[in-house]
């Protein structure tokens, strides 16, 4: 079982930056997709950022180049560095790692974001 623990959640002003983490109590390696949603207040979750096993990224059209989506296998760590940051991108932020093999993935708790002046 792995524990998927988020952080770097917080309020910012428009135009301003944050960078969640997501740390795994174990070995990220063997995951073959990680990824970040977020869910706004009554709306459905959200595909945010991908990135796979051999580095490669999704991202929705939303936060195209404005988000960046990263792993650290060594630190067992995913991030998702938020630029440029807009109140409709204010939602829960949720991590997500998939094994396809398996089918299993892990979900983290949540970190709130809340993008207001």
């Known amino acids: 079982q792995v524990q998927l623990v988020e952080s770097g959640g917080g309020l910012v002003q428009p135009g301003g930056s944050l960078r969640l983490s997501c740390a795994s109590s174990?070995?990220?390696?063997?995951?073959?997709?990680m990824g970040w949603y977020r869910q706004a207040a009554g709306k459905q979750r959200e595909l945010v950022a991908t990135?796979?096993?051999?580095?490669?990224?999704n991202y929705a059209d939303s936060v195209k180049g404005r988000f960046t989506i990263s792993r650290d296998n060594a630190k067992r760590t995913l991030y998702l560095q938020m630029n440029s940051l807009k109140p409709e991108d204010t939602a829960v932020y949720y991590c997500?790692?998939?094994?396809?093999?398996?089918?299993?993935?892990?979900w983290g708790q949540g970190t709130q974001v809340t993008v207001s002046s």
């Open positions: 174990g070995s990220i390696i063997s995951f073959d997709v």
């Open positions: 997500n790692f998939k094994r396809f093999l398996s089918r299993t993935e892990y």
């Open positions: 990135i796979t096993n051999g580095g490669s990224t």
